[in-house]
């Protein structure tokens, strides 16, 4: 008996969508070897009436229209029912914000199962009555969910076991925990007039590795610095001597720019 892959189950209005970019590249290889599954489910096939309407004019007035809890609910137990895996997850704009946390989290776990809103939202007693978790991608506006649970759902399945076949890299990941990534260069050497950094050639591994560390580290600074703050707590002393020269060659280099 083989155990049941990482399954995602989508709710949507545009089943058609998937699995889109997630059968490319990375996510498509692992999913046609099966280290996990897909379902897209069609919302309307849960609605009742004629026109098979998911959504209705929102209470209280206002611009727009609301999915409706009844459709919702039907749907969100008939994939239960027939063992859809993981927690329950809305996508929103008004959601927990994603990060690589919750991702290690949800990819740990047997599953999802995403609800892609359209229109102005969901009815907000299905969302209670269901217990949903509510997560956003960021801090901009899309115009569904499904571009997210894409999103959530890639960044979930790169850290299956086997998805990655070089396990290099997501150990590399984990010890550049919490800084941007150094540049990377390859051949030609030389293009358009620009070299490779020196060291990259040099084959000294200890200095190359000191080097990336130290570019990572002047990189995150100057766009997030927000991020540098947790990353130092984490890091070695020879890490924040290389950050605190980076810092006093940025101001250098800052006031030279006056
Ligand atoms: C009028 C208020 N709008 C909220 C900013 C309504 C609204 C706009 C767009 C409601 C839903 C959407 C569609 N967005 C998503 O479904 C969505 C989303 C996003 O827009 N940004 C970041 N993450 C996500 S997750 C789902």
Known sequence: MSHEPWTATVLTIFPEMFPGPLGFSLAGKALAKGLW???????????TDRHRSVDDAPFGGGAGMVMRPDVIARAVDAVKAKGALGP???????????????VRELAEGP????????FEGVDERVLEARAFRELS???????????????VIDACVRLLPGVVGDAASLEEESFAQG????????????????????????????RIRAW??????????????DLLTEALANASSADRARCEAS???GSRAAAEDI
């Open 247 to 249: 810092a006093r060659e």
């Open 212 to 225: 990336r560390r130290q570019k990572a580290l002047e990189i995150t600074r100057a766009r997030r610095p």
């Open 88 to 102: 329950l997850i809305y996508l929103s704009p008004r959601g927990e914000r994603l990060t690589q946390r919750i």
């Open 111 to 118: 599953g999802v199962v995403l609800l892609c809103g359209r």
């Open 37 to 47: 599954r897909l379902a897209a489910v069609d919302i309307r096939d849960f609605a």
């Open 137 to 151: 991608i960021g801090d901009y506006v899309l115009s569904g969910g499904e571009l997210a649970a894409m999103v």
């Open 179 to 206: 800084l941007l990534e150094y540049p990377q260069y390859t051949r030609p050497a030389v293009w358009e007039g620009r070299k490779v950094p020196e060291v990259l050639l040099s084959g000294n591994h200890e």
